[in-house]
T-cell receptor
């Protein structure tokens, strides 16, 4: 149980285009979903926290207009990287939570912007 | 992107040895701590957790020790195997505004030689 999927697993796009990444909780309903970014050989950095049906809370330094988060249902959250540039190339990981302290992580999405 | 000169601390051990990975956390209000294993290109995988009212917890081949006085956490892996090779992260959880926030440590790469 408690499986989280992400789609796509890898995406390559041209600079200036937008990319949407999906995060789904497959066998449970997630009240809260989290989005992290991880650069090579670095730790996971929280980007934003979203609750179903409400606006996401972004961490300091994360541009909300560039990283659009939609949490339309209890099993799906999407992250859209708008007008992507090479510096946005990273590993994006989501997690889903039902309780105060347990997060279940997805397998990650590797974004490469050319 | 990756900062020049940034690299993960690395622990190299022989198969069968015991491994100890250390972590310092920052928030004395954190009440829940988790160790994650991350293999290359994958999301974090839960290993073991411990709450702040405990100082030791054992799992299968793994033990977590918590020293709240010095804000230190360690992960001990007994009889380390090549399949244990990965990056290990500690994470501290702080419950705020009804949901949890995880702050990840920098990570340690464990290399196990056969």
């Amino acid at each position: 149980g408690a499986v989280v999927s992400q789609h796509p697993s890898r995406v390559i796009c041209k600079s200036g285009t937008s990319v949407k990444i999906e995060c789904r909780s497959l066998d449970f309903q997630a009240t809260t979903m989290f989005w992290y970014r991880q650069f090579p050989k670095q730790s996971l950095m929280l980007m934003a926290t979203s609750n179903e049906g409400s606006k996401a809370t972004y961490e300091q330094g994360v541009e909300k207009d560039k990283f659009l988060i939609n949490h339309a249902s209890l099993t799906l959250s999407t992250l859209t990287v708008t007008s992507a540039h090479p510096e946005d190339s990273s590993f994006y990981i989501c997690s889903a939570s039902t309780t105060l302290d347990t997060q279940y992580f997805g397998p990650g999405t590797r974004l490469t912007v050319l | 992107g990756e900062s020049v000169g940034l690299h993960l601390p690395t622990l190299s051990v022989q198969e069968g040895d015991n491994s100890i990975i250390n972590c310092a956390y920052s928030n004395s209000a954190s009440d829940y701590f988790i160790w994650y294993k991350q293999e290359s290109g994958k999301g974090p995988q839960f290993i073991i957790d411990i709450r702040s009212n405990m100082d030791k917890r054992q799992g299968q081949r793994v033990t977590v020790l918590l020293n709240k006085t010095v804000k230190h956490l360690s992960l001990q892996i007994a009889a380390t195997q090549p399949g244990d090779s990965a990056v290990y992260f500690c994470a501290e959880n702080t419950a705020d505004s009804g949901y949890s926030t995880l702050t990840f440590g920098k990570g340690t790469m464990l290399l196990v030689s056969p």
